[in-house]
């Protein structure tokens, strides 16, 4: 697993009150019953954590620029997010 990886789970399962180890990439996010404030946190956790700037409509469904329907999906986009910023 990827440093980022290792990050993400971390910062979500603080999120969710749960162990790193409680996760898969497969752990979709509605599972985990996050309320709506614990979701903009998550995402300041990440972009803080990684430096960069979520799409501001992250947290709506129709938006497709960041998926954060599972664990797998938001480490994809937050590794896309940076090889953007690397290029």
Known sequence: MTQTAQTI????AEKALLAPSDLTPETRLA???LDSLAMVE???????????SVP???NDPAAQEFDLSSVG???AAVEGLLSQKAA
């Open 9 to 12: 789970f971390a910062i979500i």
């Open 31 to 33: 599972d985990l019953a």
């Open 42 to 52: 998550l995402i300041f956790a990440l972009e803080e954590a990684f430096d960069i």
């Open 56 to 58: 501001f409509n992250a």
């Open 73 to 75: 999906a938001i480490i």
